[in-house]
């Protein structure tokens, strides 16, 4: 394993050459400044980490691959980068398409993509991503989103900002188990976001302590929704301590379940604006006083992000985590 220094002033000029030169599991450690159309397929595992301010990888025409500015095809690792501007001329562009192994995001920014993040089907993929930023991605057609997760193993999302994904989902999954913690789901008020969050597959799901807000303009009246293409997996949901905001002018369905296996289970909720907060099989066993809930806030959400999730934060979860050059200056060793 070694450290390849990219960009100006680097070992590499660009991620795409520091991608052909780096073997198995080196570490390629992105310099500040702006890498435009500088996309990759990545097919060996690798770690890339944003230095110093963080670097901004851009694409400003459509992508010649059609897919992704990087294509994942093994473990891989993004840390501290910005990642804007996919666009494909089918409309499915994405920041990074996963296509098999494990996929780690770290403190990444994601803006104006037609999709953020895409997984695609596979049995034994995983993913983690943790204190990232998602703004105004989507391409407006209702099937791209912010997070679009296949049919997987298991995904994590924990202490992640998403804002303003423009008429698709901020989180769409069809995995075998997923779990959302101390994340936030925000809209200004003429935001076109559809669900929060869409468990297409249904599955196990853990959803706790997230703040949820939606704008007076968005396109669906549902924070949550179940099972909405295929009972595929056995569902076993539980949506415990979090708070839902509504700032629509018509009823507002907190939950949807449509799965027929098992009933899905609300506890410790706060609810302003909701009409109906579970709507389909389960139970609302407690829920919360919206007020005190909100002024409490939702706790830690550990090191690496604010100490509560109140919407004047919440914007701000991945800016102020940038990786110091002190930190990561690494070795500088190139290969031939």
Known sequence: MADLRVGKGGDIPSISEAVHVAVAHDRL???????????????????????????LVVSTLPIPNGEAIFITHCDVEFTNLEIAGALATNGNGSGIRHVAGTL???????????????VQDNAETEVFIRTCRFERNGGGCGHTHAVYI???KAALLQGCAFLDTRVGHHLKTRSRATVVHTCYFGA??????????????????????????KGRSSDSIRFISISTESTHHPTDVSITDNIFISRMHRPVIGVLNL??????????????????????????????????????????LGSDSPPNLAPNLAPNLASDHDITAQNQTGTGVQRN
């Open 29 to 55: 450690l992105i310099l500040p400044g702006v890498y435009a159309e500088d996309q990759a397929v990545i097919d060996k595992p690798l770690s890339f980490v944003g230095v110093g301010p963080r670097p």
């Open 104 to 118: 780690r995001i770290n403190r990444c920014v994601f803006r104006d993509n037609q999709n953020a993040v895409m």
């Open 150 to 152: 296949s049919d997987i």
């Open 188 to 213: 200004e008020p003429t935001s076109t976001t559809s669900d929060c969050i869409c468990l297409a597959f249904g599955g196990m799901a853990r959803i706790s302590n997230n703040l949820f807000v």
């Open 259 to 300: 799965s027929l296996r098992r009933p899905v289970v609300l506890n410790g909720n706060a609810f302003e604006n909701v009409v109906i907060k579970l709507l389909g099989r389960g139970t609302v066993a407690k829920t919360r006083d919206f007020n005190h809930a909100f002024t409490q806030g939702l706790g830690s």
